[in-house]
């Protein structure tokens, strides 16, 4: 199968404007992202909306197609960016990885274990998820949770805590059950991709503001694997602070 890495990038991010041009180790954060991406990938594109973010890729030597301002979610950006490549260089693609613009330290492994998800040919939606090993990232509703099935696929996405573990005290509860979060790098079937763009908002997903839980409710799988990768996702300026203070770079 053929994979392409797309990076969806806007520069009006509402807690960190303009996070993709941030300097992390001399270098702008869509670059790092690229960089890391591409020890993966043999094919990466930057879907963006802003010149100057466009600018930043050029001058790097990056791929970087233009998309439209109006796009509500990533998934969306990936769908306009495979289609406007596509039409340009007639590859035959088969699966789509968006790998998110503000994760500069992404591994190349995580890349690769989504990669594998698609050795099943009925896998029609892969994304990571990771244990929960600390008690106060369970109630922490700016990390989305995950239930699994026994087929490893998701069940449901949540801001809020599940399971919810009865007759046992909250701060028993990572020690009771195993919890999950999401990763949230997704790799979609490319005809999958098309029609799960098609589709309209969801109870689940408004109630949520989780995309993901749209497909599911319109009875699409979503392939979950467990990765064991830590990710250090920028995603606010504090977030910045913290990542420079580790000296990954």
């Known amino acids: 199968m053929k994979f392409i890495g797309i990076i969806p990038a806007r520069y009006a991010s509402t807690r960190f404007p303009g996070k993709p041009l941030v300097d992390i180790g001399g270098k702008p954060m869509i670059q790092r992202v690229y960089e890391q991406a591409s020890k993966a990938l043999n094919l990466i594109i930057v879907a963006t909306d802003d010149e100057r973010i466009k600018q930043a890729v050029e001058n790097f030597n990056g791929r970087v197609v233009m998309t439209s301002k109006y796009h509500k979610t990533g998934t969306d950006r990936c769908d306009e960016a495979i289609r406007i490549f596509r039409k340009d260089h007639f590859e035959n693609i088969d699966v789509v990885i968006n790998i998110q613009g503000d994760e500069p330290f992404i591994q190349p492994e995580q890349l690769k274990q989504l990669t594998e998800c698609f050795e099943d040919?009925?896998?029609q939606i892969a994304t990571l998820i990771q244990e929960i090993r600390m008690k106060q990232d369970i109630f922490?509703?700016?990390?989305?949770?995950?239930?699994?099935n026994l087929n490893n696929e998701a069940i449901y996405f949540s801001r809020s805590p599940i399971p919810f573990i009865q007759n046992e005290p909250k701060d028993r509860w990572v020690s009771s059950h195993t919890f999950?979060?999401?990763?949230?790098?997704?790799?979609?079937r490319i005809d999958i991709l098309q029609e799960i763009t098609q589709l309209q908002p969801s109870s689940l997903e408004v109630a949520e503001s989780l995309e993901q839980n749209r497909w599911i409710e319109n009875g699409y799988t979503i392939k979950v694997k467990e990765t064991n990768f830590k990710s250090f996702p920028v995603d606010t300026p504090e977030d910045l602070e913290k990542i420079k203070k580790l000296n990954l770079f």
């Open 140 to 148: 922490n509703p700016n990390l989305p949770k995950v239930a699994v």
């Open 180 to 188: 999950y979060k999401h990763i949230g790098i997704y790799a979609y």
């Open 121 to 123: 040919p009925s896998t």
